[in-house]
T-cell receptor
Framework: GAGVSQTPSNKVTEKGKYVELRCDPI?????LYWYRQSLGQGPEFLIY????????DSGLPNDRFFAVRPEGSVSTLKIQRTERGDSAVYLC???????????FGPGTRLTVL | GDSVTQMEGPVTLSEEAFLTINCTYT??????LFWYVQYPGEGLQLLLK?????DKGSNKGFEATYRKETTSFHLEKGSVQVSDSAVYFC??????????FGTGTLLAVQP
């Protein structure tokens, strides 16, 4: 693929529901990052995968947030019992390795009503 | 903890004016420094970067110099164009290559 893709582009859900956000990194990129960008703010780091394992999940705000990357390619960010404060744009980025430039996807805009 | 502080916007300039957007970072170690740009309706793109002290990153007429003594990485452009209108984010590299971003500065260039 040409770049990082994310689906869906927009997700509207109700408070308390479960959502999954998907990221398809650039083929061959071993490192994958999730960030969250609230309105008027810069992106904030959530979690980083090297291959299949979460190497750094220090940015996940609480245990409602979880992410997986079972085959070392596609990643899914999962949010349980969504709250209105979870509304934001969720960005995914991938890089060839941990020293290389990160390429960002277009993001998923999550709105929790 | 590690952080980045950049000047608040919006910054409104006329075409061909000189641009400076200030950025400072916390000095834990010797991080790589970046400027990212987000054009209207588009995703984040890397504009330029510098990986060590006194390095100058440059791209599309924009420049920024890594200043260790002042922990700064100010973005400059000599003559802005309407097409430069966007949100600019300063960022530093953190542990595990994660990026730590500033809050962003909206630049609006008027013809």
């Amino acid at each position: 693929g040409a770049g990082v893709s994310q689906t869906p582009s927009n997700k509207v859900t109700e408070k308390g529901k479960y959502v999954e956000l998907r990221c398809d990194p650039i083929s061959g990129h071993t490192a994958l990052y999730w960030y969250r960008q609230s309105l008027g703010q810069g992106p904030e780091f959530l979690i980083y995968f090297q291959g299949t394992g979460a190497a750094d999940d220090s940015g996940l705000p609480n245990d409602r947030f979880f992410a997986v990357r079972p085959e070392g390619s596609v990643s899914t960010l999962k949010i349980q019992r969504t709250e209105r404060g979870d509304s934001a744009v969720y960005l995914c980025a991938s890089s060839l390795d941990t020293t290389s430039r990160q390429f960002f996807g277009p993001g998923t805009r999550l709105t929790v009503l | 903890g590690d952080s980045v502080t950049q000047m608040e916007g919006p910054v409104t300039l006329s075409e061909e004016a000189f641009l400076t957007i200030n950025c400072t970072y916390t000095a834990t170690g010797y991080p790589s420094l970046f400027w990212y740009v987000q054009y209207p309706g588009e995703g984040l793109q890397l504009l330029l970067k510098a990986t060590k002290a006194d390095d100058k990153g440059s791209n599309k007429g924009f420049e920024a110099t890594y200043r260790k003594e002042t922990t700064s990485f100010h973005l400059e452009k000599g003559s802005v164009q309407v097409s430069d209108s966007a949100v600019y984010f300063c960022a530093r590299g953190g542990a595990t290559n994660k990026l730590i971003f500033g809050t962003g500065t909206l630049l609006a260039v008027q013809p």
